[in-house]
């Protein structure tokens, strides 16, 4: 296992469209977490998964975002009629269930919505 | 909404020289990370510091942690060109557990390292 794994690395979609992202944590990792990062700016928390059970969403997550962990394993995040201002970098982090422990963060999704 | 704030936003040093950055914070808290970014890659984990703790260190890293003025710093000795990085710091919340647990990173604007030859 060499780390979070996110696919794909960069995606090019029209407006209006629906993409979706794949995120492959460290399979010992229970939490799983997605944050977005537009340039110039620190990565902001979108949502996060214990295990399968998705605990907290930001309000940055709008309706038109859906993520899944299903059986606790890789995460998917969808975003339904994409918008340009959804153009950012998509980062996928996973780590173990201790509070005081590190994030181990994947190379993220980068999108551009033209 | 971001939690932290770095200071300063950019910082350019000769290689060799000490880097410090900064970073305060709003709330109270479980522990502080610092992170390092370089151009269009993922985070990495640089050093954790919780928040009964006052400083460490990790290699050529020096993190100290004063809760009382909400604020942390961040001090790379010696630098080198390969330094050259965005830096965040990233804080848990303390209080904000419920059910399973909650825990959320959240990240500060970072400060943008560059360390010439």
New interface residues.
Partial sequence: DTG?SQNPRHKITKRGQNVTFRCDPISEHN?L?W?RQTL??????LT?F?NE?Q??KSRLLSDRFSAERPKGSFSTLEIQRTEQGDSA?Y?C?S?L?D??????????T?LTVV | S?Q?EEDPQALSIQEGENATMNCSYKTSI??L?W?RQNS??????LI?I?SNEREKHSGRLRVTLDTSKKSSSLLITASRAADTASY?C?T?RSGT?S????????????TKLSVIP
């Fill in positions: 979070v939490r977490y944050y110039g700016q620190g990565p902001e928390f996060y214990q059970a605990l907290e970098m980062l982090a780590s269930w509070t005081n422990t590190e994030a181990f963060f994947g190379q993220g980068r | 971001q932290g479980n522990n990370q992170y269009g890659r993922g985070l990495v984990h954790l919780r965040f990233a848990v557990y059910g399973a647990g909650s825990y959320q990173l959240t990240f500060g604007k970072g």
